[in-house]
């Protein structure tokens, strides 16, 4: 089953979410407006942008996509 979280600034306002519960163990990141950021992926431990490049190669965490 699909699971979509909100991601919060520090003064509380949505600034993105994430959609996880793929097959492939995939969680998807998106910004306010519905563009994809990236995605992040559990059993490769890794986390890309938008254009497949790597961001991170040993924490899946798609909070890492978003700038703070």
């Known amino acids: 089953m699909l699971k979509t ?3 919060r600034d520090g003064r509380n ?3 993105g979410s994430e959609t996880g519960g793929f097959a492939n163990g995939d969680t998807v990141a998106r ?3 519905g563009k994809i950021l ?3 992926n559990s059993t ?3 986390t890309r942008d ?3 490049c790597l961001v991170s ?3 899946d965490d798609v909070s890492l996509l978003f700038r703070r």
Do not use: L, P
């Open 50 to 52: 938008s254009s497949g």
């Open 5 to 7: 979280e909100y991601i």
């Open 31 to 33: 910004d306010r407006s």
């Open 13 to 15: 306002q949505i600034i």
């Open 57 to 59: 190669r040993n924490a």
């Open 44 to 46: 490769f431990k890794n």
């Open 38 to 40: 990236g995605h992040s």
